[in-house]
């Protein structure tokens, strides 16, 4: 749609308005407000790898698989997961489980994943 009107918008822009908009149905039929860490627009919109930081940043981004296609396959579900209730789940239980394993996914993204991303490529 971008394109369609000029391209008024410039990549980081519609990231952000992507992330910041982020909408599901729950399962009675209403839009909520849903859970986005950012990762989905940036991945999308930039491909590759990225990780996200506060307030939608991009702290890193690396391109690999270009040329590839991607097929994400989404199962239907009877539970809705939209709203208060999911921030709760990932959130609350993502800050728990995020601080137990805190200095091992250091250790596995630091030192393991991003001295080889250059060899992906």
């Known amino acids: 749609m971008n394109e369609a009107v000029g391209s008024p918008l410039n990549n980081t822009q519609l990231r952000h308005l992507i992330g910041r908009n982020f909408v599901e149905e729950s399962a009675d039929g209403n839009i909520a ?7 989905g627009p940036a991945a999308s919109t930039y491909g590759g790898m990225a990780v996200m930081g506060d307030e939608l940043a991009l702290a890193y981004h690396h391109p690999f698989a270009e040329g590839k296609n991607v097929f994400i396959v ?3 579900i009877t539970i809705s997961s939209a709203g208060t209730q999911e921030f ?6 993502g800050r728990t489980l995020d601080y137990i394993d805190r200095e091992l996914k250091h250790i596995c993204s630091s030192w393991t994943l991003f001295p080889h991303l250059n060899v992906m490529t």
């Open 74 to 76: 989404i199962p239907p």
């Open 88 to 93: 709760d789940l990932l959130m609350n239980r």
């Open 33 to 39: 407000f849903g859970f986005e860490t950012g990762v």
